[in-house]
């Protein structure tokens, strides 16, 4: 079994690559904003906006996290999911509500790799059993 693999975080002079590289220049404000409406749908009691962290894998974007918090509640209505989580993981879930969204919404493959891409991740994740029953 191969080592869990690590996701670091964006260095500040790298951040504003981060968010083209994921989303496409095209639809990079539309996609953005998806994660945050998808945090406040999650979070409603914990989340109120604030900055996020990107984090990436291989040079690659991953996903974004929020540092208002160092864990959130979620609550997902259509799955019934009820937990708390770490700010890192909430980030994961949020991104990957976003990214599937918007691979349904949008034919564009970047999409549904980028979902792929974090899936994996998230498969090796500490608390993938909690990401996982969040996004069921």
């Known amino acids: 079994m191969l080592d869990q693999q690590t996701a670091t ?9 981060f968010l083209p590289e994921l989303f ?33 894998l291989d040079s690659k974007p991953l996903f974004l996290a929020p540092t208002s918090k160092p864990r959130f509640r979620i609550s997902w209505e259509g799955n019934g999911y009820e937990g708390e989580v770490s700010a890192e993981a ?6 990957m509500f976003a990214l599937s969204h918007l691979s349904f919404r949008f034919e564009d493959d970047r999409f ?17 059993p909690e990401i996982f029953q969040a996004i069921d």
Do not use: C
Request: proline fraction near 5%; charge should be negative.
């Open 9 to 17: 975080l964006v260095p500040d002079e790298k951040r504003q690559n």
């Open 90 to 95: 909430a980030g994961i879930i949020a991104t």
């Open 24 to 56: 496409g220049l095209n639809r990079l404000i539309i996609s953005e904003n998806m994660v945050y409406a998808f945090m406040e749908q999650l979070s409603p009691l914990d989340y109120g906006g604030g900055y996020w962290t990107f984090h990436e």
């Open 112 to 128: 549904g790799e980028a979902y792929l891409r974090l899936y994996e991740y998230a498969a090796d994740h500490p608390e993938a």
